[in-house]
């Protein structure tokens, strides 16, 4: 029986969760990408033009494939579309498409009477018309993906310099300027089997200073019941409710605000730890839900007992990375601790102000706030990154 994924690059979310999970479920794996010489040895690879839904379709069809699923935001809506045509079970193509524009999904969740974002889609080559009122305003790729090219903006001079900062790098690249939402960013994990859908909880996360929109921690913090009723009717108007999901919000004067939702697992290693934290083989359920089982077959937890934090190390400046421990995983009292490696040392990159710019990502999960964080301090205080400009 073979399990086909699509994706772009290699990652840590396919290479230590998805195939390990396949081989545990009996399965064969193979990867669709369009990208074949970056992926590694030891995996089999078929080079295939994965943002095209038939040929997905003509790469997946002769093996007679019993899943196909993809954890790559750029490929939703092409692998849902082809396999809905292998008469495979997927996501809904249209759910799909509107959660990867961000100006569609804020039509969809005004439509349905939810939530009501000033938005303005600024076509390549346009000049943004926004309304002195809508600022401060965010900006950033219709499109996009980890705040790559968000940015807060004052006025309409700043969104300007902004647009014409982003062209420079992107110039096909249609963007959208709305209002900024104030609040704590949280986000909310589910999964699904299309009729049912399940809460695995949340992240409370912290950002880096403004105006760039970076990770730097995220804290275990469950939404309220009220919080979750709210999400389930804006993911429903959104049509989200096959296999997994990342959504991120905020919360202002009890109402629930959508920043983005991401039809996949959350990323960053963010994966790997919430199945360590749930005690559950998180990739084998999003694998089981492709294959047609029922959300019901799956062994959820009720409640989470443990609490989690994790902690980004970024590169603060432009250069190259010179000296960073190797990966580790231990245990201090009853926190566990790991810390894994992000960029290999030697590496040049220039600061992005997004994820691109992570080192390394530390977690500990233990029995409670207090422990983990003093754990994680003490962690962190005895390994050090250097970068050389």
Not at 322 to 342: E, I, Q
Not at 364 to 385: F, H, K, M, N, Y
Request: proline fraction near 6%.
């Amino acid at each position: 029986m073979r399990l086909y994924l699509t994706a772009l690059n290699p990652t840590d979310a396919v290479l230590d969760g998805f195939l390990p999970a396949a081989a545990s479920l009996g399965l064969s794996a193979t990867v669709l990408t369009d990208r074949p010489a970056e992926w590694p040895a030891g995996v089999r690879v078929v080079r295939c033009a994965v943002r095209d839904p038939a040929a997905v379709v003509a790469a997946a069809a002769p093996t007679r494939a019993v899943a196909l699923l993809s954890n790559s935001d750029h490929l939703q809506e092409a692998t849902a579309i082809a396999a809905r045509k292998l008469g495979l079970p997927g996501k809904d193509p249209d759910a799909a498409r509107l959660c990867k524009d961000k100006a569609a999904a804020r039509r969809a969740i005004a439509a349905a009477g939810l939530d009501l974002v000033r938005t303005v889609t600024v076509d390549p080559g346009a000049t943004p018309d926004v309304s002195t009122g809508m600022f401060p305003a965010v900006v950033k790729p219709r499109e996009g993906v980890a705040s790559e090219d968000a940015y807060l903006v004052a006025d309409h001079a700043e969104l300007l310099a902004r647009v014409a900062e982003i062209r420079c790098r992107r110039p096909d690249v249609a963007l959208v300027v709305e209002e900024y939402l104030a609040g704590e960013l949280r986000t909310f994990e589910t999964l699904g089997d299309g009729t049912e859908l399940a809460s695995l909880g949340g992240w409370h996360t912290g950002l880096g200073p403004p105006p760039t929109f970076t990770e730097e921690s995220l804290a275990w913090s469950p939404p309220a019941e009220q919080a979750r009723t709210q999400l389930r009717a804006r993911l429903d108007a959104l049509g989200v409710g096959f296999g997994a999901c990342h959504t991120e919000y905020v919360v202002s004067d009890g109402r629930v605000r959508l920043i983005e939702v991401n039809y996949r697992l959350i990323g960053d290693r963010m994966d790997l730890i919430l199945a360590e934290l749930l005690g559950v083989s998180l990739f084998e359920y999003v694998i089981r839900l492709h294959l047609g089982e029922p959300l019901t077959a799956l062994a959820l937890p009720d409640t989470v007992d443990r609490y989690a934090r994790v902690e980004y190390v970024y590169a603060d400046r432009s250069g190259r990375l010179v000296a960073a421990p190797g990966p580790l995983d231990t245990v201090h009292g009853d926190v566990r601790l790991g810390c894994c490696p992000l960029r290999e040392v030697g590496r040049a990159a220039e600061r992005t102000g997004t994820n691109r710019d992570y080192l390394a990502v530390l977690h500990g999960i233990g029995p409670d706030e207090t422990t983990v964080r003093q754990s994680l301090a003490a962690l962190r205080s005895d390994l050090q990154w250097t970068i050389a400009e």
